[in-house]
T-cell receptor
Framework: AQSVTQPDIHITVSEGASLELRCNYSYGATPYLFWYVQSPGQGLQLLLKYFSGDTLVQGIKGFEAEFKRSQSSFNLRKPSVHWSDAAEYFCAVGPMIRWGKLQFGAGTQVVVTP | KAGVTQTPRYLIKTRGQQVTLSCSPISGHRSVSWYQQTPGQGLQFLFEYFSETQRNKGNFPGRFSGRQFSNSRSEMNVSTLELGDSALYLC???????????????FGPGTRLTVL
């Protein structure tokens, strides 16, 4: 069965420290991969996406993610966290066909301390 | 370019009533998807429309339905509301083809539905 796992439900990080959020997927083929961020009471904002090519993807707000096929992972990183990065982060996968649905992980809540 | 808009933003209904939520996609986007977000179940796919046709459907009861108009705007309807239908309903639009690539979905702010 297809699945997306975000192992960390909650992460606390100090402002200025680095951040890494984990995402593992189980899929029949290489899916399309996404990271979204959701601030309280808001919709989802696309941070970055991977379709093919370079496995290190740059996104908005200083985020990057690395696709590792051998580990079925797509981890999100940021070198230096800002207080405004406090939010919930969702990893999502979409199938190769264009009209497929997105399957989301359970999300990781990020708290940034001073 | 304007983003995805959803109306209303907040809604309070009572059990047994029905509700209609509206979504206007980004200009030029022809695909509209709907998701339900709850603390317990997370983000779950409801259905997806393209050119006024439902192309994909999630595992929700028939009380949940939708439609898409010729201008790509979409509505979803929930009949006979239950307490468990309280959720944030998110709409997303995407280009079916183009430089963005397939299935990059852009989300609206959501409609917060509370069922009492």
């Amino acid at each position: 069965a297809q699945s997306v796992t975000q192992p960390d439900i909650h992460i606390t990080v100090s402002e200025g420290a680095s951040l890494e959020l984990r995402c593992n997927y189980s899929y029949g083929a290489t899916p399309y991969l996404f990271w979204y961020v959701q601030s309280p009471g808001q919709g989802l904002q696309l941070l970055l996406k991977y379709f093919s090519g370079d496995t290190l993807v740059q996104g908005i707000k200083g985020f990057e993610a690395e696709f590792k096929r051998s580990q079925s992972s797509f981890n999100l990183r940021k070198p230096s966290v800002h207080w405004s990065d406090a939010a919930e982060y969702f990893c999502a996968v979409g199938p190769m066909i264009r009209w497929g649905k997105l399957q989301f992980g359970a999300g990781t809540q990020v708290v940034v301390t001073p | 370019k304007a983003g995805v808009t959803q109306t209303p933003r907040y809604l309070i209904k009572t059990r047994g009533q029905q509700v209609t939520l509206s979504c206007s996609p980004i200009s030029g986007h022809r695909s509209v998807s709907w998701y339900q977000q709850t603390p317990g179940q997370g983000l779950q796919f409801l259905f997806e429309y393209f050119s006024e046709t439902q192309r994909n459907k999630g595992n929700f009861p028939g009380r949940f339905s939708g439609r898409q108009f010729s201008n790509s705007r979409s509505e979803m309807n929930v009949s006979t509301l239950e307490l468990g239908d309280s959720a944030l309903y998110l709409c997303a639009s995407s280009l079916d083809q183009g430089p963005d690539g397939p299935d990059t979905q852009y989300f609206g702010p959501g409609t917060r539905l509370t069922v009492l």
